[in-house]
């Protein structure tokens, strides 16, 4: 996984309107430039992930069976929701910071 040193813009391939595979938690907020543009792309990829990590938490919850398998699945969502949740919650403190 990609880590940024220090980002004073979106990531070339963002801006392409590819997406990048770089994981939101890579990313060390002490060493980025906070400038409107990072900002707002910060509070993007936050969003997308707790998005997702909702949608992956609801589909594991409403398919618990009972099988090991389908525990395994609610575990592993659960846990990505928790860490979409503390990340979005950094990204919002690094805002507060910001203005």
């Known amino acids: 996984m990609a880590t940024i040193r220090s980002m004073n813009v979106m990531p070339e391939s963002e801006k392409d309107g590819e997406m990048v595979e770089l994981h939101p ?3 060390d907020l002490n060493q980025v430039e906070p400038t409107p ?5 910060l509070r993007m990829r936050a969003s997308q992930w707790l998005t997702t990590a909702q949608k992956d938490f ?3 919850l409403f398919a618990r069976d009972g099988s090991e ?4 699945r609610y575990a592993d969502a659960r846990s990505e ?3 979409a949740e503390a ?3 950094r990204v919002s403190e690094f805002v507060a910071h910001v203005r």
């Open 25 to 27: 938690t890579s990313l």
């Open 37 to 41: 543009q990072v900002v707002n792309w």
């Open 58 to 60: 609801n589909a594991a």
């Open 69 to 72: 398998a389908s525990f395994d």
């Open 81 to 83: 929701l928790d860490s």
């Open 87 to 89: 990340w979005a919650l």
